[in-house]
């Protein structure tokens, strides 16, 4: 029952993904192909385990998840290797979600992990959504049945295998079956659960201290390669100075101020000098979104999923780590700090952002357009830190296939 029930999703809802996916073409097309090479080596496994007694070691099982895992790694490598598509945001839905087929090495809730990876690619649907549900219907189809496969895959394993992967127990062993050659299963960097969370006892307060000094971003006494002073004390995190009421009309916050939990969402708007505002209690589906927040910090605790910030000024995002993304978006003299794990950084159209990082982050993908003054602050291993700024400017030549050719160039000043 548990093997047709699998059967059931492959022939309906994923079915429908797959035809959604080839009518849509290119990437999509050619990404799902790997998706469906995914789910067949699942159900092979679950063929497997219906038969079998359960492998007398982890080894043994990881041998025999290694079909799985390998598909799991050409779908998100496949991302990585396309990442100028037109179709990156489908491409990157499926890869933050797909290790939702890893729920066959956990318990005893799988179910629940399952949910965690759907909602780990929220961030990306959401965008296929808003780019394409007004030109074309087949993206918000495409969406909606790759969600509901996952759906449908959480509801599967919270009948048949509601504590963990079910074993047949009959027949020979798992573990004599001859494996594939193979290593442990790699796990996918969202599958990484075990990012030691930040101490409660570690004193923030000096951070804190350091985020409400006032001193400008771009000053360059607060440049660690222009100040000695700085590179024996550490990096301070900047506050910025001035009255806020004379920035740029577009970020004061002129409304009144909100804090509100809507379902998954954290809302934030209009903070005006607030260093007091903590999202805690938090799950890995939760969003941030902060909007029109002048001179003010959050403190984000615990691992949510990505974080926005739109068209705010003088602000502070401290957090714990990220499943998808931190967003800037129309913003000046900001800064952020992770204590944990951020797997991309994107900045659009902000002017002064600070961003130090930490070792768990220096896999970190950072997309910047339309921005300026954007300084990263890498950790050395001794309290201190190098602070390389991001390029702003770009020289593009034509090549004599007619082809354009972009380098960076170095701004000596």
Known sequence: MSVQGFTDILQGSLAQYLQFSVKIGGDVAQHSQLVQQAFNAQLQFLQLASQCGKPANQNDLMNLLKPTSDCISAIQNFREANRTSQFFNHLSAISESIPALGWVAVSPAPAPYIKEMNDAGQFYTNRVLKDWKEKNKTHVDWVKSWIQTLTELQQFVKQFHTTGLVWGGR????????????????????????????????DRSALFAQL?????????????????????????????????????????????????????????????????????????????YLYKCVDSTLIVKGKINSITVDSCKKTAIVFDSLVSVIEYINCQSVQTQVFGKVPTISIDKTDGCQIYLSPDSLDVEIISAKSSEMNILIPKGNGDYTEVPIPEQFKTTINPNKTLKTVVVENKG
């Open 171 to 202: 027949g020979a062993p798992a573990s004599f079956a001859p494996p594939p050659p193979a290593a442990p299963l790699p796990p996918p960097p969202v599958l990484d659960f075990n990012i030691a969370p930040v101490d409660p006892g570690v």
């Open 212 to 288: 409400n000094q006032g001193t400008n971003i771009t000053s360059p006494d607060m440049q660690t390669h222009k100040n000695p002073t700085l590179k024996q004390s550490g990096p301070v995190p900047y506050r910025g100075t001035g009255d806020v009421s004379s920035g740029s009309p577009g970020i004061q916050a002129d409304k009144p101020p909100k804090f509100v939990k809507d379902g998954k969402k954290w809302i934030i708007e209009y903070q005006k000098g607030n260093d007091q505002l903590v999202v805690e209690n938090t799950e890995m589906s939760n969003v941030v």
